[in-house]
């Protein structure tokens, strides 16, 4: 019995000392060699298929684990602008990187979005005359109210203010060039939880709820996350104890059309329309592409509501009817399941970090509050945080929200406290500005710009600046002066005090 006991527990000493060799002598040689010819994702691998090695040796299942895990050095979370050119910019720079979306990204579908020329800055080596991205030049902005329109065009000043982007496209050019330089794209994958634990963020993957495919949960493990799940990813945001930005409603419709006939019907590359019938808290918007293009409104109504008043807006409102002249689609055949629904956030949460994980984009509430200019706010974020996030894993960071918060320093210097905090004086301004009837502090604005022309070019400049972290706020304090001169009289007094208090804003 004695000679049993001591035969065995020389068994488990033997063991034991073979372990302790493989964890300390031959595994730090073996990474130390792989060093050289590995990226830090692949030594990790080594060491886990090792470590489970060893515990297999002492009859430790793991099976389940080794068969489930792979690392990436990043995980992007939602494929729309931001996640797409994050995405890219991490690749591009060597990193190891997958970037999940719940919906299937390679369907093409037609929705044209403003990208002004400010924006050009943060969307790395982008060709701007790739016409497939980018599908016009624009030119034309028009700003319009019940009674008033006024016409912000580029030629005035010799230069166009932006481009306007088929949104497909873009996110393809990006997702594309991303897989080119090495990473990874899963669609049709929606990320469920994520785990933050000591050395990683473990994601959890599974078929959307409306999937017809069965359930199979897949776990990747990353350094670190970034969230870029726009207005549709608010659980996981919220399980991850991050704040949820103020969420509105759009609903907007595609029109196909020709290109001649858009030139001739529609009036400018860009029209915003404040109308207090049609929403108290967003615009009426029309972009427009070569052969299409796109018209809605954002609000706080139910997407219920908003399909009906959109139907009656789209075949009664006699400004806009000028635009569907010959139009294939005949407005009165257009029903309510003919339009698109989407969520749209405003105003930045406050804290976009935490350990292991940076927000970006509309989840993180990034869009110029007056005009819902969003392209700014995912491009900037996302430049911003890839950068970061590379910096830090170059210089061994365990990638904590202390490390993290550099993301929001440059943010901050570069869009928000500048832009930005214009933008939400703005906003403060035309919408919640204690007029009545709505929208009057708005029509004097449409008469400034009418009247003036350094206020057009102000907003010309505004459209262009390339550098918004030193972004002209006087020349927005001055467009402020302008406006409360062109108010009528009996407004001059009431809002008087309203002015002051913009007027001496820091
Ligand atoms: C109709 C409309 C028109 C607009 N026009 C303009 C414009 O002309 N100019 C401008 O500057 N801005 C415009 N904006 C705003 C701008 O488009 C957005 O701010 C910007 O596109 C936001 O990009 P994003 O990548 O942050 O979010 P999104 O585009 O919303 O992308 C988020 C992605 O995350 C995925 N996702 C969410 N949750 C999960 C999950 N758990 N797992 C996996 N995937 C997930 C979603 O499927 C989605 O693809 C417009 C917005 C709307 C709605």
Redesign the pocket.
């Known amino acids: 019995m004695l000679l049993f006991i001591n035969q065995y527990s020389a068994r488990i000493f033997q063991v034991l000392w073979r372990n302790f060799l493989l964890l300390h002598v031959f595994l730090p040689a073996l990474k130390f060699f792989s060093l050289a010819v590995y990226s830090p994702c692949k030594i990790d691998l080594i060491e886990q298929c090792i470590i489970i090695r060893i515990n297999s040796f002492i009859e430790i299942d793991m099976t389940d684990i080794s068969k489930t895990k792979i690392d990436y050095d990043f995980a992007v ?8 050119i994050a995405f890219y910019n991490l690749s591009k720079n060597g990193f190891s990187c997958i970037i ?4 299937d ?1 390679s369907i093409p579908y037609l ?6 020329e400010h ?1 050009f800055p943060f969307m790395p080596d982008i060709p701007k005359d790739n016409l497939d991205v980018f599908v016009r030049d624009h030119w034309t902005s028009i700003y319009a109210s019940r009674n008033i329109e006024a016409l912000v065009d580029g030629k005035e000043f010799n230069a166009p203010l932006g481009k306007l982007a088929d ?1 497909y496209q873009l996110i393809q050019w990006y997702l594309d060039k991303g897989k080119e330089h090495g990473g990874k794209i899963q669609c049709n ?4 939880e994520v785990k933050i634990l000591k050395d990683n963020a473990l994601l959890t993957l599974q078929k959307p709820d409306n999937s017809e495919v069965e359930v199979e949960i897949e776990k990747i493990r990353a350094k670190a996350v970034i969230l ?6 608010i ?2 945001q919220q399980d991850l104890g991050f704040e949820i930005p103020t969420i509105m409603n ?1 609903i ?1 419709a595609t029109f196909k059309c020709d290109p001649v006939l858009i030139e001739q019907n529609i009036p400018a590359d ?1 029209i915003f329309r404040l109308h207090p019938q049609i929403s108290l808290e967003g615009m009426l ?1 029309l ?1 427009r592409a070569r052969d299409y293009f ?1 018209i ?1 409104y954002v609000s706080k109504e139910s997407p219920k509501e908003m399909g009906i008043k959109f139907l009656r807006i789209l075949q009664n409102y006699e400004p806009i009817k000028q635009y569907f002249k010959g139009i294939e689609r005949t407005l009165e055949t257009l029903t309510v399941d003919d339009f ?1 629904y ?1 969520k ?1 956030t405003k105003y930045p949460i406050d804290s976009k970090v935490s350990d292991r994980v940076v927000v ?4 993180a509430g ?2 110029y509050p007056l005009y ?7 491009a900037a974020s996302a430049k911003i945080a890839s950068e970061v996030l590379f910096e830090l894993n170059n210089n061994k960071s365990s990638f904590n929200s202390q490390d993290l918060k550099k993301y929001e320093h440059i943010l901050s210097a570069r869009l928000l406290n500048s832009y930005f905090k214009m933008g939400k004086i703005s906003d403060e301004m035309f919408f919640r500005g204690n007029e009545k009837p709505p929208f009057t502090i708005w029509d004097a604005y449409l008469n400034a710009i009418n009247e003036l022309q350094q206020l057009r070019k102000n907003i010309w400049t505004a459209y262009r600046c390339q550098d918004l972290g030193n972004y002209p706020e006087e020349n927005d304090l001055w467009c402020g002066e302008q406006i409360y001169k062109h108010l009528p009289l009996s407004k001059k007094v009431s809002l008087m005090p309203f002015f002051l208090k913009f007027k001496f804003i820091k």
């Open positions: 979370i939602g494929a729309g602008i931001s996640g797409a999940i979306d719940k919906t990204k929705l044209c979005k403003l990208v002004c924006d949104e994958q929606l990320v469920s870029a799940t726009g207005a549709s990813g659980k996981l759009s907007s860009y918007w972009n796109n809605g698109h989407r749209c970006i984009g509309d989840s990034l869009l819902l200019e969003g392209v700014i706010g995912a």
